[in-house]
């Protein structure tokens, strides 16, 4: 009986997709020639992939749904399988070790276009663990992440055509000004909550790009900038693919870098503040947080990242225009946060590598790369809607060592 | 003052095509707090549609009216359906989900029609039929206003009507408001919330397509990538008037369209967007819900 | 239950790269690679798709003529979104998939970013429609060739007509922003102000995609402009236009080469009519030209979209010059696309020392009954 009415289900869906796809995918005009093709057999492709599909589709959700179930019923702190292999010495040192020399020989394997799309990944890594600080832990909803990124990269591109300053030197420098910024958008949003921060933070990113390309004088407008140097090595004359190399170890130094300093701030005074923050705004007043402090930290730190990353890009890609700061960068970013899972470090670094090197991956299937990209998007984030790997709530238990004296 | 007159009209047809799109974003927001990206998609699914029943029908031979009126009610049937999908699909099963979660598979969403409808159809723009007859009496005012922008005015302050008396006198309505307010109550006081939630997602596409089959019969071309600029700035519209409200919708929309074509016509139109944002972060600096947003004081 | 759905996700995913690692590494042998890139989803790929055609059309008759030096001449479409960052991806991808030439980018900024990569890998790059002028003529980039005039050349040409003989003396220079639109504005702006006889009224960038643009139109009209010259692309052309025409304006429209698209005409209408463009001398009797928009018709059911021709003719001069060559180095191909000339739907063309396309004229067109007519 049961098979029965899930065929009947199935059969159900792809009805619906049939009737649902019906004029886009079978009719297409030709509205100047006044011509009609009709293509009946990709509607028959819809249906049959539609009652294929929501067998899966079904079966899927029913195993997430008992899961779901079994976790509410048990422990409810109970670990996912990668958090307790994590949190388990015995597999955690052997596992970064083998990360850690797979980081060290990878570019040497590999060609250089993989090197390439690792080290775009790796910059991402860093700006997916910048905007987890605003949005995993401080819960501050930023849609304009990408005008810190932008102010990096510009920053570094600016300071080379007039002043002739380098990349060591850039590093700092646009990690300091996308730290102003950050502050300075601080300042206005502080106010506001949820989606008007969203709304403010998309528009302070706008704000930014069209600046960028409207006051050619100051930026080189749409046309952009050419001829940035990628990062010298004492003077030595390095090929492309030897520079990329380079940059792919400064990219992992950055990377391991900004892990070191995130877990610190993570567990620090700072951090918890975030988290409280939050988790509920005026408990965490009450209990003599400064929210405006906490606030602006969290935005400051957060776009640092995204300077040294946005430093990092111009060289790396020697040629900048605003084209790369739109909305869309943003709203990736927030992709691989939301999507690695809020608040985790690993998570976000999953996330980043998923996201970036997935529609690299996915030239194969030519034409249907992004239509399949956003599918995957959305059946992860229905399959794991909190994200890759959630983060793991730091639990302070009191152990009992007074039980006696109470006794 | 007939510059500024014209400004004003051109601020208004803005305005009024925002506020289309704006009103179905806010209906959702108010009833999920979810962020629809795919929103401005339904949108240009809408447009497709109609531009493609058009076209059926126009090699049939049909009246230009009956044409528009069959296009129109395809595009909303059609919009409709897909925003239901869509709900169904990418946005239940995330229901308990974090809060940004929704968001992302919304982005999923929005990627995915567009690039459905690129390879369905086509990249290049399509020329979309004008429709909407010249009416007579408008000669008389020398080209200032068109038919059409007069079409989209009262279309959008009639669907504000139609939506205001729904939202405030229906059953439906009633249940839509509670569902808001607390999900949880109202499924205790036998509110269907999948129910209201599955409808408000149809009103709210519905909306969007007539949007659609107006603004394409307006500007007369349509690609799949219209619907993610007309989002964008309908959002901003809808949070600009308070986001949930639908009056805050459409005024918000209509302060939006008014900014850009003042901005555009008196200063320039190369700074018309950071002009228009800056207003929008100073309208909440002194107003943190929008203009017409409640104020929630937190409890706790 | 649920460790299982995490393995079989886990399992799924790593699956999922191994055979995208090994799909993409496949080799085929004895064929003559060459790769597409441009812009084929996003915003932009109506600009970047018409360019993949053309390509896959050529190929098609080549091979069919026996291929280039008795190889089959195969394909490597990458897509690069218009951005630099990906532009450098698919540089270093098609690098490593060893083609002999790139059609592409078609963004100027997007080629610039991997025009670097190209250079030290010795491999000839021809756009289709890539215009900044600094392409060629910084010679930063020696394995770089177009078939499209550069921005200063368009713009030139464009102000040229509009005051010889047109005899405008108040013009208005508008722009979408965009790398294409705005750079060919400002060249215009700038001949404009050297030569005395016409004044800049306005000088606006307009927000492209916006769904109105009446507020710009009116300020045309309050400025007293008696021309436009507007850089960009025909969808915000037509949109100009059209609300220009409506409130009975009838200041003459001069444009470029990315309005001199007979989608401009069928989406503007009877508005179109009067409008003018500049673009390649008129090759709609060039046998080629049909033959070439004939056959596109008939593979793809619809008119070639924007920089079909160009592409076209890129691809045929790209193939050309392997042949000639009698190999894929380098050296050999870029000479022989210096001295070779070949037919192509735009003419008889060569490469000149920058990488400038000889013999493809530039001429003004205007909208006439429908149709684009080349000015003499």
């Keep these: 009986m049961t098979a029965l009415n899930e065929i009947k289900k199935s059969l159900l869906v792809s009805i619906w997709f049939m009737f649902l796809t019906f004029p886009i995918m079978v009719i297409k005009v030709n509205t100047v020639e006044q011509t009609i093709s009709w293509r009946w057999n990709r509607l028959a492709a819809v249906g049959i992939g539609s009652f294929c599909l929501s067998f899966v589709w079904r079966y899927m959700l029913k195993r997430k749904e008992t899961g779901a179930k079994k976790t509410a019923l048990g422990n409810g702190g109970e670990l996912s399988a990668v958090q307790r292999l994590l949190q388990n010495p015995r597999f955690f040192k052997p596992a970064l070790l083998a990360t850690a020399v797979f980081a060290l020989i990878y570019p040497f394997y590999f060609s250089m276009y993989q090197v390439n799309i690792m080290t775009t990944a790796l910059i991402y890594v860093i700006l997916g663990l910048g905007l987890n600080i605003v949005v995993g832990l401080a819960g501050l909803l930023d849609l304009g992440y990408v005008a810190f990124y932008a102010v990096g990269a510009y920053s570094y591109a600016l300071l080379h055509i007039h002043f002739g300053l380098g990349f060591w030197a850039c590093l700092p420098i646009g990690a300091g000004l996308a730290m102003m910024f950050g502050i300075v958008l601080g300042f206005p949003v502080l106010r506001l909550r949820g989606d008007y921060l969203a709304i403010v933070t998309l528009g302070f990113g706008e704000i930014i790009r069209l600046i960028l390309e409207n006051w050619n004088a100051f930026s080189y407008g749409p046309s952009g900038i050419a001829n940035i140097p990628r990062p010298g090595l004492f003077g030595m004359h390095l090929t492309i693919h030897q520079s990329l190399i380079y940059i792919y170890f400064i990219m992992v130094a950055i990377v391991v870098f900004t892990i070191f300093v995130v877990r610190r701030l993570q567990d620090s005074r700072i951090g918890r503040a975030w988290i409280a923050l939050r988790e509920d705004e005026v408990a965490c007043q009450a209990t003599g947080i400064d929210k405006t402090k906490t606030k602006l930290s969290a935005f400051a730190l957060g776009a640092t990242w995204a300077g040294m990353g946005g430093v990092v890009f111009a060289a790396k890609t020697t040629f900048i225009n605003p084209a790369s700061f739109t909305i869309w960068e943003s709203v990736m970013i927030l992709c691989i946060v939301v999507l690695g899972g809020m608040g985790s470090i690993l998570g976000v670094i999953l996330g980043a590598l998923i996201l970036m090197l997935l529609p690299e991956y996915m030239r194969a299937f030519s034409e249907y790369r992004m239509l399949l990209f956003a599918a995957a998007l959305v059946v992860m984030m229905v399959f794991r809607p909190n994200g890759i790997i959630s983060a793991v709530r730091r639990n302070y238990e009191f152990k009992g060592t007074n039980e006696k004296e109470t006794a | ?300 | 239950m649920k460790k299982g759905m995490r393995m079989f996700l886990l399992t799924a995913i790593i699956g999922l790269f191994a055979v995208f690692t090994l799909a993409g590494s496949g080799l085929a042998a004895g064929t003559i690679k060459i790769g597409v890139a441009g812009p084929h989803s996003g915003d932009l790929a109506s600009y970047g798709l018409p360019t993949v055609n053309a390509a896959k059309l050529v190929a098609k008759d080549i091979n069919a003529k026996g291929g280039v030096l008795g190889k089959k001449v195969e394909l490597i479409v990458e897509d690069d979104v218009c951005k630099p960052e990906v532009a450098t991806n698919t540089a270093t991808k098609l690098v490593g998939d060893h083609v002999a030439a790139v059609l592409g980018h078609i963004c100027s900024g997007a080629t610039k970013a991997a025009l670097g990569i190209y250079k030290e890998a010795h491999i000839v790059v021809m756009s289709p429609s890539a215009t900044n002028p600094a392409l060629t003529q910084s010679g930063d980039y020696p394995n770089f060739f177009r078939t499209i005039a550069s921005d200063d050349a368009q713009a030139k040409l464009e102000v040229e007509f509009a005051l010889n003989k047109l005899k405008v003396k108040k013009i208005a220079v508008l722009h979408d922003k965009g790398d294409y639109g705005k750079g060919l504005a400002e060249y215009a702006r700038s001949f404009l102000k050297k030569d005395k006889r016409a004044q800049v009224v306005l000088f606006e960038g307009i927000t492209p995609g916006a769904v109105d643009y009446s507020a710009i139109v009116q300020k045309i009209k309050r400025k007293g402009a008696e021309a436009v010259i507007f850089g960009g692309y025909h969808p915000e052309a037509s949109k100009i236009v059209t609300q220009m025409r409506k409130k009975g304006m009838k200041t003459y429209f001069i444009s470029d080469d990315g309005v001199k698209d007979d989608t401009f005409i069928k989406v503007a209408k009877q508005f179109a009519e009067g409008v003018y463009a500049t673009g390649p001398k008129d090759v709609s009797k060039n046998p080629m030209t049909v033959k070439a928009r004939a056959e596109h018709k008939k593979v793809y059911g619809s008119d070639p979209g924007a920089f079909f021709e160009n592409a076209y003719a890129a691809m045929l001069a790209l193939c050309n010059a392997i042949q000639k060559a009698g190999s894929t180095k380098y050296d050999a191909m870029v000479k022989a696309l210096r001295t070779d000339y070949v037919d192509t739907p735009l003419g008889k063309i060569r490469f000149d020392k920058r990488g400038d396309a000889t013999g493809v004229g530039f001429a003004i067109y205007q909208v006439q009954h429908g149709k684009y007519v080349e000015l003499k």
């Design chain 2, 1 to 300: 003052m007939d510059y500024f007159m014209e400004l004003f009209l051109g601020g208004l047809t803005r305005g009024s095509i925002y506020a289309l799109i704006a009103l179905g974003y806010t209906m959702v927001y108010g009833i999920i707090e979810l962020i629809n990206f795919a929103h401005g998609e339904i949108y240009m699914i809408g447009a497709f549609t109609a531009l493609i029943t058009i076209s059926v029908l126009t090699m049939l031979g049909l009246n230009k009216i009956a044409i528009l009126l069959i296009a129109a009610v395809a595009a909303i049937i059609y919009s409709s359906a897909y925003g239901y999908t869509a709900e169904k699909v990418a946005y239940k099963p995330l229901r308990s989900a974090p809060r940004l979660s929704p968001l992302i598979s919304a982005i999923g969403v929005s990627l995915f029609l567009q690039n459905y409808v690129l390879l369905a159809q086509t990249s290049d723009f399509l020329p979309f039929p004008n429709l909407i007859p010249q009416f007579k009496f408008l000669k008389a005012y020398g080209g200032i206003v068109q038919s059409s922008e007069i079409v989209i005015y009262v279309t959008t302050a009639i669907v504000l009507v139609i939506l205001t008396f729904l939202i405030k006198f229906t059953k439906l309505g009633k249940a839509m408001r509670a569902t808001a307010q607390d999900r949880d109550m109202a499924m205790l006081v036998g509110v269907n919330v999948d129910r209201v939630i599955s409808f408000t997602f149809v009103v709210g596409s519905a909306t969007a397509a007539l949007g659609g089959v107006l603004i394409a019969s307006h500007i007369g071309q349509i690609n799949f990538y219209i619907g993610f600029i007309a989002g964008i700035k309908a959002f901003v519209a809808a949070v600009l008037g308070g986001i949930g409200s639908m009056p805050g919708a459409v005024l918000g929309s209509l302060v939006l369209g008014w900014t850009e074509s003042f901005f555009t016509g008196y200063i320039s139109s190369d700074y018309e967007d950071v002009f228009a944002f800056l207003f929008l972060v100073l309208i909440l600096i002194f107003r943190p819900s929008g203009i017409l947003g409640r104020t929630d004081t937190d409890k706790v």
